[in-house]
């Protein structure tokens, strides 16, 4: 059932729910959060898509914030309000609130959102784009209890996560994080079932794919060993390295659905590895509604200690010099 409301107020899209919920014989509320997605009309379908799949497995009330852009100077200091109300099949498990805010008005979203958040549940903010370079302080950010970003949709994804690592904040995440949690648990259990002392890793992936950075940068925090970053044509992350005292540890996934995993002295094992789509990242995420203190140890880490297989090369001379002089002065100093 849908609801298109003009000019409307936050108190009549409340009363629009209630009769929605009524007409459709579902009056009570049955939602555990409510997630609130700031996007804008190029990307508003595919977000509330994958919102409502996603509801599915966690029923909540979805708050589609659209800013309208006014052409006009006039335009701009009209403040409206207009509003799309779905209930029942059409909003997957829970129910849809779509929200276009012109002029003024969308200069104060929260004020708008609040009045229209579940009672007593926990609040979920998604920038699917575009976005702000501190979530926490955003007015709208600083209602909710966890803030989920993409730095995929940056321009420059490298700069973004640098930016996430400085105003960092209990509560964010990333979905380039949440895509490689099928690689980190495919990694630990290879490490569990052979334990051996890792001496280096290597990435491969995209040249402008944040989850191959955070990869890394996962692995160097905790296992204190350099990794190198390496580049490829794709599709996204394609393979890691480890080089162990016992053999190399291979995770190589070339075409984006199916890896395999190569141990010494082991036979090969294929593993499913498909890259998924954004519902199941977006599920993934809701099921934890706590700060994720293993993303703030990695993100903080930081892109530039990681190291390219040729800067690795090139330094090799350069960390061996400085050993052959104190060699050769301490045997002046023997002499002596």
């Given at each position: 059932?849908k ?11 409340n ?6 919920r009524r007409?459709?014989?579902t ?8 997630l ?24 909540s009330?979805?708050?589609?914030v ?6 006009s ?8 309000l207009d509003?799309?109300?779905r209930?029942?099949?059409?909003s997957?498990?829970g ?9 003024e008005?969308a ?10 958040l579940l009672p ?7 920038w ?5 370079s ?13 803030r ?8 420059t ?8 690592a ?19 648990s ?7 079932q ?16 944040p ?6 940068m ?13 580049q490829?044509d794709?599709p ?9 005292k016992?053999?190399p ?6 075409d984006?659905?199916l ?8 036979p090969?094992?294929?593993v ?6 954004t ?15 293993t993303y703030?140890?990695?993100v903080?880490?930081?892109v ?17 010099a400085p050993t052959?002089a ?6 002046k100093?023997?002499a002596?």
């Open positions: 059932m609801i298109d409301l003009t000019e409307t107020t936050s108190s009549k899209i009363q629009a729910l209630v009769s929605a007409a459709v014989g009056p009570a509320i049955g939602m555990v959060l409510t609130v997605i700031v996007t804008d009309e190029e990307n508003a379908y595919d977000a509330l898509k994958a919102a409502s799949d996603s509801s599915r497995e966690h029923p009330r979805i708050i589609a659209i800013k309208r852009a006014s052409r100077q006039r335009s701009r200091r009209d403040a409206r509003a799309e109300v209930v029942g099949s059409d997957g498990s129910e849809t609130i779509v929200l276009r805010l012109h002029g008005l200069n104060h979203a929260q004020s708008v959102v609040l009045p229209l007593d549940a926990p609040v979920v903010l998604w699917p784009e575009d976005a702000p501190d979530p926490a302080k955003d007015p709208l950010g600083a209602l909710a209890q966890r989920i970003t993409d730095s995929y949709s940056a321009v994804p490298s700069a973004e996560l640098a930016a996430r400085q105003s960092y904040t209990p509560g964010d995440t990333d979905l380039a994080w949440t895509r490689i949690t099928p690689w980190r495919m990694l630990a259990a290879a490490l569990d052979k334990p051996a002392e890792v001496l280096s890793a290597t990435v491969e992936g995209e040249g402008e794919n989850s191959c950075e955070l990869l890394a996962w692995l160097a925090d905790r296992l204190h060993v350099r990794v190198q970053r390496a490829s794709g996204g992350l394609t393979a890691v390295r480890m080089e162990t016992d053999g540890i291979v995770l190589d996934r070339p984006g659905s890896a395999t995993l190569s141990m010494q002295g082991q090969d094992r294929a499913a590895l498909k890259r998924r789509e519902a199941e990242l977006l599920a993934e995420e809701l099921r934890r509604l706590d700060p994720d203190n703030a140890s990695t903080k880490f930081g530039e200690k990681l190291g390219a297989p040729d800067e690795a090369k090139s330094a090799e001379p350069a960390a061996t052959a104190k060699k050769t002065a301490a045997k100093a023997a002596k």
